[in-house]
């Protein structure tokens, strides 16, 4: 079984696969421009999965969908479990999000992506029956530092000290959510700062992990696919990322328990989350954010910006795409 080991040779399959997932965000992206702004978040999702699906058709890979777009959105395509790819070269777990930011598409607000996370077979954890997670991501000065298990106040000042600036100009983000009221008083109560996200907690938690970001840390509870995601980009990143499943109901809690998920407040580490280093995440902006540019039509020409993060080598690369607007639009 060819796998998506750290071989450096010239031949190996895993940076090509990289560069070739990059064609489904783009694709998917590009076909959500339409919706933009136009307050249609199911539209937009839709047109942003048959382009993704349609791609993956191309790509030489073997990859099984762990984290699909059915379980959340009842998408007949993209679900838990369907075999992507063409079925030749490496077997990879996949975690797919055609749009990370429905809603801030639809609004034609800042931060949506189009995502894919890949790794080995067998190695992402498949926490889809368990929505949310409570998560704390940080870039490289949290390894070892900070712990979910603190009080946010306390991983604040050890940040604040491992980065060596004052806690005044950390910077927390944090989804804008009633859940999340006295967690932002909290971090605010600590002197640091905060930066609200009205969705896009994955480009939330990859923005704390770069260098020279404008945030520090992003905390608090989201989606649990989207920490799934997250995990790949971080480890890339040299990062930190921790995650404790959040039921919000009984029954979720059982279900959990059923997929022998731990939902008793044990924590999830990185390499609990995503097993390994062997990490694809690529990413192409549908809107404007921080971490890439959104989609822009001049013309007879489309652009995009896209990244992609390898776990192996730790890369972060950027790609600017012009396409004919005449093949997409």
Known sequence: ??????????????????????????????????????????????????AMRAFFSTVDFDGTIVIGEGEKDNAPMLYN????????????????????????????????LSVIAVSDHGTMLDA????YMDKLVTGPAGVGVVDIRLPIGENIRLLAKALGKPVDEIVVSVLNRPRHEQLIADIREAGAGTRLMSDGDVAGGINAARHNARTDMCVGIGGSPEGIVTACAIKALGGHIQGVLAPRTDDEKQKGLDAGLLVDGTVYEADDLVTGKNTIFVATGVTDGQLVQGVRRDGDFIYTESVVLRGASGTLRRISSEHLTSKWL
């Not at 895993?14 to 783009?26: M, P, W």
């Not at 063409?86 to 990879?92: F, I």
């Open 1 to 50: 079984m060819v796998s998506l080991t750290a071989d450096m040779s010239p031949l190996h399959p895993d940076r090509n696969l990289a560069l070739e997932l990059v064609r489904a965000t783009e694709a998917a992206s590009i076909r959500a421009v339409p919706f933009i702004g136009r307050g249609d978040k199911e539209a937009a999702d839709g047109a942003a999965v048959d």
């Open 81 to 112: 479990g369907e075999r992507v790819g063409s079925g030749r070269g490496p077997r990879c777990d996949v975690a797919v999000d055609p749009i990370d930011g429905t809603s801030l598409t639809a609004a034609g607000r800042q931060n949506a």
């Open 128 to 131: 889809s029956s368990v929505f």
